[in-house]
């Protein structure tokens, strides 16, 4: 599974930015698929996932109701809506797929900088 992020950029406190994260091959070859981020302080820090099958989503207590994450099966994307940034959310975002082999997200993308200035 190739796993490739688009949609960070710079953007401003308050402001909203959508990443999409499109996966290469057959849609078995995962079960759910999770956004990660890394801070430039931080080690990698878990935002929120999405089920492949069933489309519930789960999300980090930091999040506030402020991130969304969706999906699309037929393309095989996921979609992170970010709302009311703050400057600590400036960071890489790196989308991850799960393996059902293993349970654990075990493919990643290349990361997607997000900047929030103010």
């Known amino acids: 599974v190739q796993l490739v992020e688009s949609g960070g950029g710079l953007v401003q406190v308050g402001g909203s930015l959508r990443l999409s994260c499109a996966a290469s091959?057959?849609?078995?070859?995962?079960?759910?698929m999770g956004w990660y981020r890394r801070g430039q302080w931080a080690n990698h820090e878990f935002i929120g996932g999405?089920?492949?099958?069933?489309?519930?989503?789960y999300y980090a207590h930091f999040v506030e109701g402020r991130f969304t994450i969706s999906r699309d099966t037929a393309k095989n994307t996921v979609y992170l809506q970010m709302n009311n940034l703050r400057r600590e959310d400036t960071a890489v975002y790196y989308c991850?797929?799960?393996?059902?082999?293993?349970?654990?997200?075990?493919?990643w993308g290349q990361g997607t900088q997000v900047t929030v200035s103010s």
């Open positions: 991850a797929a799960e393996s059902p082999e293993s349970g654990a997200y075990d493919y």
């Open positions: 999405i089920s492949w099958t069933d489309g519930a989503a």
């Open positions: 091959g057959s849609s078995s070859n995962f079960t759910a």
